[in-house]
């Protein structure tokens, strides 16, 4: 069992470092200290598309888990299929969950065949069991924090949970706060639709309503080249021609000052 000290105060719930990478394993340390065993912190500038399909975070990072967890979850889909995610997004209150369908959790009545995968691979893993934290943000910015304890090390925990709850919830916070003035245009950017600098400077004059004409005099480029510039970033952003791709530009934040 890991300690939980009395004297653990919320200025020590703040991870000390100045890199992503450090924050992320500053987080660790003090979540081993409340009584985790891993953590996973995930973020998205745009959480959903317009159709309402969750989009796999732009940056994920995971600490004494199977790396094979980012391959899984970014690469085969699972991050769509798991139900705290699904959870976490519907919701803004700190959750326990488990996926043992006889134990009461926050995930007992969306236990079933679409959950199977996610269920498997982390009852396998003997990782099934943990508390996830929702970050809404302004900008429709999401965020999750997510402790996960061992199987072996729950029983020995569970009379504590409702403190780890606490502390981890406070942890989320102060960690998510740190790593905002630490991401740079990739984290910030919508996973797979990354526009590039002069895409993007075309569908914002587009969307201000200026023709293609008007967009190659202002940006002093050949219309064909402008054409080329806003056909490319509609394909990226899923729109189906020039207004559409406008619209999914402003949902992305792409339009945002």
Known sequence: MHDTPSSLTLQHLVPAADSITGCITSALEIARAIGFDALIYDFT????????AMISPSFIELRNMPEEMRRLWMEQGLYQQDPVQALALRGSSPFFWSYHAKEASALQASLGDATVAVSTVLQDWRYSRGVTV???MPGNRFATLTGLWRDESYAEVEDVRDLSLMRLTYLAHATNDRL???FGKD???PAGMKLSV??????ALAAQGL???QIAARLNRAESTIVLHLQTAARKLGGRNRAHAIARAAHFGYLSS
Not at 45 to 52: A, I, K, Q, S, Y
Not at 198 to 203: A, F, G, Q, S, V
């Open 45 to 52: 500038p745009v959480p959903l598309t317009p159709e309402g």
């Open 211 to 213: 023709s293609t004409k």
């Open 198 to 203: 002069r895409e993007r400077e075309c569908i």
């Open 180 to 182: 905002l003035g630490l």
């Open 134 to 136: 929702p970050l809404h």
């Open 187 to 189: 984290e910030l950017t």
